[in-house]
């Protein structure tokens, strides 16, 4: 019997996740005797033009991992949904539209002329800016184009599972290459994580007080963490009540606060208000100028609460915004 | 949704209003009892307490095509649950700094203590708030992109002013 196909492509991410198959250790063996590795560019050597050569639904499964900004981007996963029986999300920017998502606090205009033009470290008088197409001396070359929107997987094609995580965490992959395996899967659109927050299996969940009210945020550069205490009882923002388990909560357990990056528990529309919503009302203080003043420590609300689900804020973006001057 | 903008000399401003049951909401129904006239702009929803008020919902109503949201509870002191609305107002505050960065500016989000006898100020948030929103203009949000929208590209941000 031939064994299942597998593909695991990148669109706009860092190569985290690929770092996570790796994280499988000996265990990748087990995969490799499973499954067949039929397009992974990271890895192995295919092109795309081995993927077009596919049958329709040839793969079985094809794990996509990054956010959808670019043309090329969009071609492929475009080209992989047609190619394969399942398409994984894989981690927090496919998955949410990641770090790479608050990408549209700012417009397109805006975020080239920084990365081309105001860098401290760009040296580019003439103000060059990524073209679409170049003449070199053997013809025309062309080059994908960067989108306005960063998005989602799911905001370009259907996706039937979510892997949650930056990068998603190992136990999490085993148990979703077993399930697929198996042919045990829980309906189509489920996130592959338990629904459970990330505190219930934190290690310093049993010192969180009864009563939470903080009377200062800090962020972790700021003061000593204890690392015995609950970090959000010490006023550190730590997202645990609102991000689902799946980490072990690796983050919280050796006293770095949870950012978020495993996503919303399922009873979370938008990650970002929610997440805002329970930091927001522990604070002690009912004097409006005052509280005011204490998040100030917060100077980056966006960017803290919707590290990496911004693309997937209800809002999703204004199209008439005027971005917030510094 | 569609008709945000598009037809500017028509355009009304949307305004949902989230009001406690305990004051703002009798506030209003005291506005009402009195012939008070207010603007028509302000669809409101009563809940049992601002402190209920989850900042989802805001986010929801600005989603489903309110260009304002307004946000009316107890005086400091007055909850009638002791403490849920010094919750309303720090999620507020910050929930508003948050939006300013969204781009999203801060007059389309109010917060107001209104107690069951200040029908008159019922009437005055609801006509200022209709007022400032007039001035802002619709808030004309990107629509959500899904796998069947994206080959028409949503219009570039920054590039079109709606308002």
């Known amino acids: 019997m031939s064994k299942p196909k597998v593909g695991f492509y990148w669109c706009a991410s860092c190569g985290g996740c690929e770092e996570s198959v790796v994280d499988l250790a000996e265990d990748i063996l087990g995969v490799v005797d499973a499954v067949d590795f039929v397009f992974f560019p990271v890895a192995m050597d295919f092109k795309r033009s081995d993927v077009e050569a596919m049958a329709d639904g040839e793969m079985a499964v094809c794990m996509i991992n990054g956010a959808i900004r670019t043309s090329e981007q969009l071609e492929m996963v475009e080209l992989l949904r047609k190619k394969s029986q399942l398409i994984i999300a894989y981690g927090a920017c496919s998955s949410l539209g990641g770090i790479p998502g608050l990408a549209n606090l700012y417009s397109k205009e805006s975020l080239l002329k920084a990365a081309y033009g105001d860098e401290l470290s760009t040296t580019n008088p003439d103000y060059t800016l990524p073209q679409t197409e170049i003449k070199v001396k053997e013809g025309m070359l062309d080059l994908p184009e960067l989108h306005d929107d960063v998005k989602s997987l799911d905001m370009v094609v259907d996706v039937d599972y979510y892997i949650p995580g930056c990068a998603p965490p190992v136990r999490l992959l085993k148990n979703a290459l077993t399930a697929i395996l198996e042919g045990n899967l829980p309906p189509k659109g489920a996130v592959l994580a338990p629904d459970i927050a990330v505190c219930d299996e934190c290690s310093l969940n049993k010192t969180k007080p009864e009563k939470m009210l903080v009377s200062e945020y800090k962020r972790p550069h700021q003061d000593h963490i204890d690392p015995e205490k609950c970090l959000l009882a010490q006023g550190f923002l730590c997202l645990g009540p609102v991000t689902r388990q799946g980490c072990d909560a690796a983050c919280p357990s050796v006293g770095m606060p949870c950012t978020g990056c495993q996503g919303p528990l399922g009873s979370v529309v938008d990650f970002g208000a929610k997440a805002l919503s329970g930091i927001a009302s522990i604070l002690d203080s009912n004097d409006a100028d005052e509280i005011a003043k204490l998040f100030d420590e917060i100077p980056d609300p966006a960017g803290t609460f919707y590290r990496y689900s911004y693309p997937k804020s209800q809002l999703f973006r204004r199209t008439n915004f005027k971005e917030e001057t510094k | ?163």
């Open chain 2, 1 to 163: 949704m569609s008709d945000n903008g598009s037809v500017k000399n028509n355009w009304e401003p949307r305004i949902v209003a989230f009001f406690c049951n305990w004051c703002t909401y009798t506030g209003a129904d005291l506005a009402g009892i009195s012939r008070m006239q207010y603007r028509p702009n302000t669809r409101v929803i009563r809940l049992m307490c601002s402190g209920r008020l989850d900042p989802q919902f805001i986010m929801k109503a600005f989603r489903e095509g309110a260009d304002g949201v307004l946000v009316g509870g107890c005086h400091p002191g007055d909850c009638h649950y002791q403490e849920g609305n010094y919750k309303a107002l720090r999620r507020i505050t910050l929930l508003k700094k948050m939006l300013a960065q969204m781009g999203i500016e801060e007059g389309r989000l109010r917060l107001e203590w209104i107690s069951a006898s200040e029908g008159d100020l019922v009437q005055k948030a609801m006509n200022s708030m209709a007022e400032t929103i007039r001035e802002l203009g619709p808030l004309n949000l990107a629509e959500i992109p899904t796998p069947h929208s994206h080959d028409k590209e949503p219009v570039a941000a920054g590039v079109e002013g709606g308002a």
